[in-house]
T-cell receptor, first 110, second 114 residues
Framework: GIQVEQSPPDLILQEGANSTLRCNFS?????LQWFHQNPWGQLINLFY???GTKQNGRLSATTVATERYSLLYISSSQTTDSGVYFC????????????FGKGITLSVRP | SAVISQKPSRDICQRGTSLTIQCQVDSQVTMMFWYRQQPGQSLTLIATANQGSEATYESGFVIDKFPISRPNLTFSTLTVSNMSPEDSSIYLC???????????FGQGTRLTVV
């Protein structure tokens, strides 16, 4: 099956700093999503981005499908950004059945 | 996006017992899935809940352990049977709306087996 690798595994930032989270995948995909898991375990949709670039406030994401990677940018980080960030892909795009990376644990310190 | 209600949000259960988790969506959806997240780990797909027919299980998961029902396009249940401490996990329901590829998740059920 498809492999999804996220890096770095852990990231510690000072409040106000910027960061880039990376997701590499081993095969072509038709669906790629970024999620933020809060301390209560809930998965929050950040981006649905099989290709191209999107922005939502302080967050933006870019997927280069031909090179099989996606980047999530967090600018002016806040303590509420802390949590685990997951990249998930669906190779087929036919049924939203996702394969998840191991996640990136982000800690933003005041 | 669909509103997904998952119940219970958390539970503590005795080993050997079973727990049924419910997932209710406020609109008809084509696809419904159940995932497991073991402590400190990523999410793993358990099965696809098929409306009106048997669920499709992923490798390593079996119907006797994780029976799933989906009687209609807005509701599904996952039962964790004959529980052991190794079943302690977060269980999440996921849906995709008709004609859409983006998946959304319920708030999860945090299960602890003692």
């Amino acid at each position: 099956g498809i492999q999804v690798e996220q890096s770095p595994p852990d990231l510690i930032l000072q409040e106000g700093a910027n960061s880039t989270l990376r997701c590499n995948f081993s095969d072509s995909v038709n669906n790629l999503q970024w999620f933020h898991q809060n301390p209560w375990g809930q998965l929050i949709n950040l981006f649905y981005i099989p290709s191209g670039t999107k922005q939502n406030g302080r967050l933006s994401a870019t997927t280069v499908a031909t090179e099989r990677y996606s980047l999530l940018y967090i600018s002016s980080s806040q303590t509420t950004d802390s949590g685990v960030y997951f990249c998930a892909v669906d190779p087929t795009g036919a049924n939203s059945k996702l394969t998840f990376g191991k996640g990136i644990t982000l800690s933003v310190r005041p | 996006s669909a509103v997904i209600s998952q119940k219970p949000s958390r539970d503590i259960c005795q080993r050997g017992t079973s727990l049924t988790i419910q997932c209710q969506v406020d609109s008809q959806v084509t696809m419904m899935f159940w995932y497991r997240q073991q402590p400190g780990q990523s999410l793993t797909l358990i099965a696809t809940a098929n409306q009106g027919s048997e669920a499709t299980y992923e490798s390593g998961f079996v119907i006797d352990k994780f029976p799933i029902s989906r009687p209609n396009l807005t509701f599904s249940t996952l039962t964790v049977s004959n529980m052991s401490p190794e079943d302690s996990s977060i269980y999440l329901c996921s849906v995709a709306a008709r004609g859409k590829a983006e998946a959304f998740f319920g708030q999860g059920t945090r299960l602890t087996v003692v």
